[in-house]
């Protein structure tokens, strides 16, 4: 507690030596083309100002232009250009400390010239990719800073979104509409990443811990369903998450310090002037690490280890085009020594010593040529590497002397490829197409001895090589996509994604289709469908089998893609600029799920959201699944002090596995119901002290599992389960309340900005339970709960 207190007052004694006065910052950005992404010379761009104070400026022959003087606070710009609908960009928040950066986008419009149009807004919640136009909605890094119970993770703060459940507090995977994890993609800077998530293992898609820095990360999109063609290899949900860029015009800097996401500097600024160039740069360590190795209680004796690093250089406009250099990568690792473990501990085992250590990285290259005023080409090219470690030591076998019992090795090397070109015919039609590839280098080894036979007759169970892979396949992937707009209210996409894995020989055509229609001023239904197939995880897909004998055979590496098709209606009524009512309904058939040859209750889309996958082999494509659900969204954008979000999702997710018989999925909670609401106060009248309150409420039903077979487990040594009751049980409700009080200082003097967050979780204490499993300590069947209250802390300063 006196490690938390230092923590705590440290930022306090930094806020103290800022005087009163008043502050002003400058708005700098891009107005282009939705479509084509050409520059607009000499849109209009004006600041809405409250006191009538007209401010105002035109882009130059970039598209660029820059907005001096502009008053500290929550600001609302109004767009203009012939030809092209109007557009009020809100809620852009100044701050002393750094100047605002911004991307914008117009649409051509379809009236005439020589009309006047009088009304323009922005959709807060439209996706940057414009091909998107169901079941996908926009976020930035404010909305991350800003929600109470994120930890600064896109993954938790997309868990407020209806059709999300993320009812795990020990990591960040999330179910999309009753999917497994496994089904979602990342994607940075337009191609595909492997996991970005500290602590990660071979095959998942989420961790204790994000690697992506929130600070670093521009508007991006969060896709659920029907995803438009140029993405594939995904069946529930798609991050495609952007980088920003760097100040153009002047250095700045950033700290910042988070009990959970650690210790942190950025520092941004131009590169190659000329050609408007810049950089941006940032390093994380962990706090509990650094705190730890200073001799101070943290509380745990198995401390987690982490860092990462993430830049994004841009050398602007060059006579070959826009190229950017990108990357991120990160560090991580911890001990679980039995002889130090916390019994509440979710992960560790207290009769052994577990070690374990990951890494990944990702290092690309963007270009960017516009090839006229209506049509561009961009290339990503990327090498990226993901590689963990597991080692573990009974201390039971051989009478408390460590006993090697796994020994696990993941390595994969990673090349891509992704081209594509976009051209906007006219106001009404544009088309895209374009390629991927991947080829994965991968060494993956997997030696355990845990409850195997013993060979050798020396009383111990001896080594069994799970898995033993060193090659490379290959992944291809071909679209083509366009966008009619019939009307300016009506909207249609189309497209065909092509998919080819070479180890398997399986090729997949796919087509996708949504279409929007705005039918009267506040009022708008859509339609997607949408045809998706994925490969299987690395861990199931190199499974080898122990046979009698004690060899080992591959038995899984047939298998061929799993298929989806995502049906989904929606409804969109806006009743003013600030407010939002959706809802979309849903219709998810899943095929060719792997399930076991024989006759058993086991399936793949019970897999993903833990560490590790199931020890299944000789799986076949025969099996089912279905997900149905309704989605219910009411949202107050952020405007006049204060914004809210209420979500409702209702669900039922369903699998067959190779005996016929239809049950739960382990996702299959049925309902996850979200209000969050938020107010920022303005202390005093200089308009440069902000004090913000952010309050969160889950609730969540509770997931099915399997009920532990209490005499067989006992008999074993190990836990077993009622294969034949597969999730026929359900934990109980999940409930989650927290809050979240931000102070934030503009300094009179300088281009200085303070923040200082207090995020209090769970803050009632809730006994969250996170699993019932056998206990071979006590050879009984016990409840794991959750982490219960749980205060982070985060301060950040900008110059």
């Known amino acids: 507690m006196k490690a938390m207190k230092t923590f705590l007052l440290v930022p306090i004694y930094l806020l103290l030596p800022l005087l009163l006065g008043a502050q002003s910052q400058t708005i700098r950005g891009l107005v282009a083309d939705q479509q084509s992404e050409s520059p607009l010379i000499g849109a209009t761009v004006r600041l809405v100002a409250a006191d009538g104070v007209q401010n105002g400026a035109t882009t130059d022959i970039d598209g660029r232009f820059i907005l001096n003087d502009v008053p500290v606070g929550r600001q609302v710009l109004t767009l203009t250009y012939p030809g092209y609908e109007p557009q009020t960009v809100s809620n852009i928040l100044v701050t002393a400390g750094k100047e605002v950066q911004l991307d914008l986008r117009l649409q051509e419009s379809f009236t005439m010239l020589n009309q006047v149009v009088i009304n323009g807004r922005a959709d807060k919640d439209k996706p940057v990719n414009e091909m998107a136009t169901i079941s996908s909605r926009a976020f930035d890094t404010e909305q991350v800073l800003r929600y109470s119970g994120g930890r600064n993770d896109v993954a938790k703060l997309v868990a407020n979104f209806a059709g999300v459940a993320a009812n795990n507090d020990a990591r960040n995977d999330i179910i999309i509409r009753g999917n497994s994890p496994t089904g979602v993609l990342w994607r940075l800077e337009g191609i595909p990443i492997p996991n970005p998530n500290h602590f990660s293992t071979l095959g998942t898609t989420g961790g204790p811990v994000s690697a992506l820095n929130p600070n670093m990360i521009g508007t991006s999109d969060f896709l659920t369903g029907a995803f438009p063609a140029e993405y594939g290899n995904a069946m529930a949900g798609v991050f495609d998450i952007a980088l920003r860029t760097g100040n153009k015009d002047r250095y700045e800097y950033t700290a910042q310090l988070g009990a959970f996401s650690g210790m942190e500097a950025m520092a941004e600024g131009p590169l190659n002037k000329k050609n408007n160039g810049s950089f941006v740069v940032a390093y994380r360590h962990s706090f509990v690490e650094l705190a730890a190795a200073a001799g101070l209680n943290v509380g745990t004796k198995a401390t987690p280890k982490y860092k990462d690093l993430s830049f994004n250089l841009d050398f602007g406009n060059t006579k070959a085009g826009k190229i950017s250099v990108f990357g991120i990568g990160g560090l991580s690792s911890i001990d679980f020594l039995a002889a130090e473990i916390d019994t509440t501990d979710l992960f560790a085992n207290p009769n052994e010593n577990a070690y374990t250590d990951s890494k990944f990285g990702v290092l690309g290259v963007k270009h960017s040529l516009l090839l006229n005023d209506h049509a561009y080409w961009r290339t990503v090219a990327s090498v990226s590497f993901s590689g963990n470690n597991y080692q573990s030591d009974d201390l039971l076998i051989d009478d408390g002397v460590p006993f090697r019992t796994n020994d696990v090795n993941d390595e994969g090397l990673t090349y891509r490829l992704s081209s594509y070109y976009n051209t906007k015919i006219n106001q009404r039609l544009t088309v895209r197409t374009g390629i991927l590839g991947q080829v994965f280098d991968v060494t993956s080894t997997v030696d355990t001895r845990f409850n195997t036979p ?156 833990d560490f590790i996958f199931p020890e299944r082999g000789s799986l076949v494509n025969e099996g089912t699944g279905r997900n149905i659900g309704i989605e219910l969204t009411a949202e107050k954008f952020f405007s006049k002090g204060w914004y809210g979000l209420a979500t409702l999702s209702l669900f039922d997710s369903q699998y067959k596995g190779s005996d016929g018989v239809e049950r739960n999925t382990a996702f299959n909670g049925q309902y996850v119901a979200n209000g969050l609401v938020g107010r920022e106060f303005a202390l005093g009248s200089t308009g440069r002290r902000f004090l913000t309150l952010d309050t969160k409420v889950t609730a969540a039903g509770g997931r099915p599992y399997t009920p532990v077979n209490l005499e067989a487990s006992r008999l074993a040594g190990k836990e077993v389960l009622f294969e034949d009751q597969a999730y026929s049980e359900r934990l109980d409700p999940y409930f989650r309340w927290d809050v979240k009080f931000g102070f934030r200082l503009n300094s009179s003097k300088r281009k200085l900005s303070q923040t200082f967050f207090l995020d209090f979780q769970n803050v009632t204490n809730h006994n969250n339970i996170f699993a019932m499993r056998y206990n071979t300590v006590k050879q009984d069947v016990g409840r794991i709960n959750q982490i219960g209250f749980f205060p982070d802390v985060l301060y950040r300063v900008e110059f």
């Open 454 to 609: 013993d060979f050798n007759g020396d009383g111990k169970p001896d080594w069994w090589k799970q898995r033993d892979f060193n090659g490379t396949f290959n992944l291809l992937e071909a679209y083509g996509q366009a966008q009619y707009r019939l009307t300016e209210r009506l909207t249609l996409n189309g497209g065909l994604h092509g998919q080819y894995f070479d180890q398997t020989e399986d090729f997949v055509l796919e087509p996708r289709a949504a279409f929007n229609w705005q039918f009267a001023p506040q009022n708008a239904i859509s339609l997607g469908y949408g045809m998706h197939h994925q490969t299987q995880p690395l861990p199931v897909f190199l499974f080898r089998e122990q046979l009698p004998n004690g060899s080992t055979v591959a038995t899984n590496e047939n298998l061929g893609f799993t298929q989806s098709q995502h049906l989904i209606l929606g409804y969109n009524f806006k009743p003013s600029s600030d407010w939002r009512v959706k809802a979309e309904l849903y219709y998810q058939w899943l095929n060719k799920v792997p399930v076991d040859s024989y006759a058993s209750s086991f399936s793949m889309l019970n897999t993903g959201a």
